[in-house]
């Protein structure tokens, strides 16, 4: 291949989603206790028992780059697909903040999460990472993707939710999803570019 065939057709982008986290999401609490139980949610590995997915695995083994959040549960994913290769991890990937709104009441940790996201992208950032920072985040996010994938496949395992910001961020400058896995543990997307170099939206 040429150089100049070489750069005008960068490597795929997958992103995936970390696996199950060891954190039980049923349990019962107030939002303040769901603050608690975020913070140990960002602290915690994935539940034991897991196995990354074959075709996961080889998709990773394709990447001339590996990413991860720098959160325990995107690294332990990524070491489990990465064969023991470098991953390089960059806080730029963590998810984006859930903040409880401050309400009464006892729900799962699971309901909070929906309170909470809903509460965030209505601009109730409580002090943390608001939306348009995030959407900001993102976007020098996916471009650091792109810049990665010049040199070949990237493989990044970050978070359900900043992955899907990733998506309008990567659109906007002509990648498109050729393979949606959807959004749960162990998914991922793939993401390859279908708009010339250098053209303009």
């Given at each position: ?16 989603r ?15 206790g ?21 075709p996961l695995?080889?998709?990773t ?22 064969g ?15 903040p ?47 810049d990665?994938a ?9 978070h359900?939710?900043?992955n ?18 959807g959004?749960?543990y ?5 993401y390859?570019?279908?708009?010339p ?5």
């Amino acid at each position: 291949m040429t150089e100049t065939s070489a750069s005008s057709a960068p490597g795929q982008i997958v992103i995936a989603r970390h696996g199950e986290p060891d954190a039980d999401r049923y349990e019962r609490m107030t939002w303040r206790g769901y603050e608690r139980w975020w913070d140990a949610y960002d602290e915690a590995g994935l539940r034991a028992g897991q196995s990354a997915p074959a075709p996961l695995i080889a998709e990773t083994r394709q990447a001339q780059s590996i990413f991860a959040s720098t959160l325990p549960r995107a690294i332990a994913t990524a070491e489990a697909c990465a064969g023991g290769r470098e991953i390089a991890l960059d806080s730029q990937y963590v998810e984006a903040p859930l903040p409880p709104p401050q309400m009464p009441g006892r729900f799962q940790a699971r309901t909070w999460g929906a309170f909470a996201r809903c509460s965030w992208w209505l601009g109730h950032a409580r002090g943390r990472e608001t939306r348009p920072q995030a959407e900001r985040r993102a976007d020098a996010a996916a471009q650091a993707l792109i810049d990665a994938a010049q040199a070949g496949p990237v493989s990044l395992f970050a978070h359900g939710w900043f992955n899907r910001m990733l998506r309008p961020a990567l659109a906007r400058r002509g990648w498109v999803c050729v393979r949606d896995g959807g959004d749960t543990y162990w998914a991922w997307r793939r993401y390859e570019l279908k708009k010339p170099l250098g053209s303009r939206s």
